[in-house]
């Protein structure tokens, strides 16, 4: 039933976010927006994504004014962590459109603004019974839940209804008529279409709160049986544990699956909990037992910080470890939380430290997403600086750095690669370690964003794009003619991807003379990306060349940068130690794996 009292509900939002997402994707596509104003390009996506919703979270719970004072100061958190966000992505010099910011920036953003709906409408200083002196746990339990279905139901109707498009111009296609089909597959149809699907889908639960009430209350129902599982799981694993922690870190203990595992729990215990003000659905033994399975809860959280502190300190930083200490502080804040629920008295009612470790954990949450993507404590500056602090000081051996993580760390990790590209040696010539820098750079500049109409168009002269190895030596008599006119053979996808296509600049291709058949002539290995496990290999006969084979490697993390293995020369031909098989007329060869 539809509640009369339901607020007017702005579905000319959900248009209005359709165009402007519609024409920022149009001007990203056309290479309209210059890639310098990339951190413009990424605030303005992200405001357009995310304040809609906010909006919609807001309506029914906040006073027009309050709402209008959350736009603007979610607005302007979401705008200039963006902007930073984009102009700290990675620097590509020849990127012809503005690289999108991390996935951890767009969900961080998400999560940020989903939760201070809540923290906002929950706000009630003054209220004799207000949690930590300021919130009204109810208020926030209910908006924060209504919230969370409403989004869910939206996303499950906005499926469906592009499953019924889809059918409905499957079955156009059946008797020959096109036209839905090529209109639901246009961006200029399909972003309108479904941001305004999901603001009517927002819409529908908003004006049925009832049935909004009613699905939540099935699901805690439901999960709430869940949580007496998980204490007898957490609570088993941690007295098991705490037998034998040496053996426990041993095995390898994953702070990973222990977070999540944290996670699930909590939500249980708030299945149970819900907005405070009734007895949970469990029987009277399970109310007075659960309670202590908090400080296993504890131990678990407790675990998962130590097991990534081990981690830290043997391996360093990297940005996912950063967000994992975050995800371990708020755990640790959850079961604290909840172990002092322990110490109220027995007319108190169940668990009463559920609903402040909430909002600490919320809050702890929020603060922590906006100093890991501000600079204040940026998780890839933080990463890449103890990175290159661990080389520095010897901790980490050049050969063993890992520069390809480097590249995985946006704009610091770029200056950091770009830096180590300097480094010579005695004799001037680049060190190995400059070597897989520069290689690191140029192959993560080939995975990003390079444009949504990579050309197939091969160079003129493709021995330029060849670096030849032994070092020194020139490429083959007639190999790079004969190679020029089997680059034509290649499929599209082939020459796009490879060193040889025009708009590669900086990728190099890498060929070594070798004699792999012992016949005192050398073949010449073809790779066409620095990162190709698969090169081909080529030998003359007769005055003409011609592929003999491929080569397929044993172990494709034994290097991450073949150059510098062929530049400083740690190569060398071996005699297959295995014969091959053949079965019919499938021929087996065994690659032997490195161990």
């Known amino acids: 039933m539809t509640d009369p009292a339901a ?65 603007l100061g979610v607005g302007a958190l979401v705008f200039g962590l963006g902007a930073y966000q984009g102009g700290m992505v990675f620097p590509l010099p020849d990127a012809t459109r503005p690289q999108l ?10 999560l940020l603004s989903f939760m201070l709906v809540p923290l906002v409408s929950g706000w009630a200083r003054g209220k004799p019974d207000a949690v930590l002196g300021g919130w009204d746990y109810p208020r926030l339990f209910e908006h924060a839940w209504r919230n969370a279905v409403i989004t869910l139901q939206a996303g499950a109707l906005t499926c469906l209804f592009w499953g019924v498009l889809t059918l409905g111009a499957q079955l156009f296609h059946l008797i020959g008529v096109e036209w839905p089909k090529r209109t639901i597959g246009e961006s200029w149809f399909a972003i309108p279409v479904t941001t305004l699907s999901i603001a009517l889908g927002l819409r529908s639960g908003l004006r049925r709160a009832a049935f909004t009430v009613t699905l939540r209350n099935h699901w805690l129902t439901l999960t709430v049986w869940l949580l007496p599982v998980a204490s007898l799981i957490g609570s088993a694993f941690v007295f098991t544990s705490l037998a034998g922690v040496g053996k426990l870190f041993e095995r390898g203990l994953s702070a990973f699956f222990l977070l999540w595992f944290a996670a699930f729990w909590i939500t249980f215990f708030n299945s149970a909990f819900q907005d405070g003000r009734i007895e949970p659905a469990l029987n009277r033994i399970l109310r007075r037992v659960l309670p202590v399975t908090a400080l296993a809860l504890l131990a678990v959280a407790a675990l998962a910080a130590w097991a990534l502190g081990l981690r830290i300190l043997q391996h360093g930083l990297t940005p996912d470890r950063i967000w994992g200490v975050l995800a371990a502080a708020v755990a640790l804040a959850y079961g604290t939380g909840y172990a002092l629920s322990l110490r109220t008295g027995a007319g108190a009612r169940w668990m009463p430290g559920i609903a402040p470790a909430n909002i600490v954990a919320t809050l702890v949450m929020s603060a922590g997403i906006v100093l890991l993507l501000s600079p204040a404590l940026d998780a890839n500056r933080l990463a890449t600086n103890n990175q290159m602090a661990r080389l520095e000081s010897g901790r980490v051996p050049a050969d063993d750095f890992d520069v390809g993580a480097l590249a995985q760390q946006e704009r610091s990790g770029h200056d950091a690669l770009t830096a180590l590209m300097q480094q010579r040696g005695a004799d001037g010539k680049p060190e190995k370690l400059a070597l897989r820098a520069e290689d690191a750079l140029n192959i993560a500049g080939r995975y990003r964003d390079r444009g949504l109409n990579q050309s197939d168009k091969q160079v003129a002269d493709l021995s330029e794009r060849i670096d030849s190895y032994p070092a020194g030596r020139p490429i083959p008599p007639g190999f790079a003619d004969f190679l020029e006119q089997d ?29 792999l058949d012992r016949d005192g002539q050398d073949e010449v290995v073809l790779w066409k990306t620095p990162d190709e496990f698969q090169p081909e290999a080529f030998a003359q006969s007769q005055g003409q060349w011609k592929r003999v084979g491929h080569l397929i490697a044993g172990d494709r993390g034994a290097s991450d940068s073949l150059r510098a293995e062929l530049a400083t020369g740690a190569y060398a031909a071996q005699p297959l130690h295995w014969d091959a098989l053949r079965v019919g007329k499938t021929r087996f060869q065994v690659v032997e794996s490195i161990e």
């Open 7 to 71: 607020p007017r509900f702005p579905t000319w939002l959900g248009i209005a976010q359709g165009a402007v997402l519609y024409a920022l994707y149009k001007s990203h596509r056309d290479t309209l927006w210059p890639p310098e104003w990339g951190w413009l390009f990424n605030a303005v996506l992200l405001s357009a994504l995310l304040l809609p919703f906010v909006a919609y979270w807001g309506q029914g719970v906040l006073s027009r004014t309050a709402s209008y004072r959350l736009l």
């Open 101 to 110: 910011a991390p996935a951890a920036t767009f969900f961080g953003l998400s």
């Open 487 to 515: 680059v034509k053979k290649w499929e599209s996808w082939q020459r796009a991807g490879s060193c040889f296509a025009l708009d590669q600049v900086r990728l190099r291709c890498m060929i070594l003379m070798v004699d």
